[in-house]
T-cell receptor, first 109, second 115 residues
Framework: DAKTTQPPSMDCAEGRAANLPCNHS???????VYWYRQIHSQGPQYIIH???NNETNEMASLIITEDRKSSTLILPHATLRDTAVYYC??????????FGTGTRLQVFP | DAGVIQSPRHEVTEMGQEVTLRCKPI?????LFWYRQTMMRGLELLIY????????DSGMPEDRFSAKMPNASFSTLKIQPSEPRDSAVYFC?????????????FGPGTRLTVL
């Protein structure tokens, strides 16, 4: 399993972009990068995933480096409701997910 | 769609008692996952099913834990006998067949306290 490394915590001002990094230097060619988040006392929520290309949806953007050894999740305009733990997971599609410790993002007014 | 439904939302029991947690996945989803979350160990996968068949139960802590999925719309996680160290939040998640990627939909969780 490819391991991921994320900073334990980050702060972001409301309205600004939140850029959450993830290192996955041992990623295999068929492994995808997934991002989930967990708001306090709720179940985790899928955000986005990608293989090689950058991806964007209504929640966030995912930037994957060309060598695929790292990625960045971007929340373009963070709000207080984005305060959560963000998990970066690298897995083969359809396989089970392994959650690490994630990054605790605190958005402040 | 109501999403993944779990019951009960909170359970308080005494050591030695049997505990049964219930999950109703999203209709049409063919994979179901049971997770446990504690402060010490984080979010751990216990077991998952594809098409009602258990695929990987390597995360089940011991024989006191068992899970069943008798049909596509219902699953149970049973702990017998329960112990204080089983206190945790238990999440159920389901995943659709179509798309072929790992978008899992999580329920609200069951907070279990074993006294």
């Amino acid at each position: 399993d490819a391991k991921t490394t994320q900073p334990p915590s980050m702060d972001c001002a409301e309205g600004r972009a939140a850029n959450l990094p993830c290192n996955h230097s041992t990623i295999s060619g068929n492994e995808y990068v997934y991002w989930y988040r967990q708001i306090h006392s709720q179940g985790p929520q899928y955000i986005i995933h990608g293989l090689k290309n950058n991806e964007t949806n209504e929640m966030a953007s995912l930037i994957i480096t060309e060598d695929r050894k790292s990625s960045t999740l971007i929340l373009p305009h963070a709000t207080l409701r984005d305060t959560a733990v963000y998990y970066c997971i690298v897995r083969v599609n359809t396989d089970k997910l392994i959650f690490g410790t994630g990054t605790r993002l605190q958005v402040f007014p | 769609d109501a999403g993944v439904i779990q019951s009960p939302r909170h359970e308080v029991t005494e050591m030695g008692q049997e505990v049964t947690l219930r999950c109703k996945p999203i209709s049409g989803h063919n994979s179901l996952f049971w997770y446990r979350q504690t402060m010490m160990r984080g979010l751990e996968l216990l077991i998952y099913f594809n098409n009602n068949v258990p695929i990987d139960d390597s995360g089940m802590p011991e024989d006191r834990f068992s899970a069943k999925m008798p049909n596509a719309s219902f699953s149970t996680l049973k702990i017998q006998p329960s112990e204080p160290r089983d206190s945790a939040v238990y999440f159920c998640a389901s995943r659709p067949r179509q798309g072929g990627y790992n978008e899992q939909f999580f329920g609200p969780g069951t907070r279990l306290t074993v006294l």
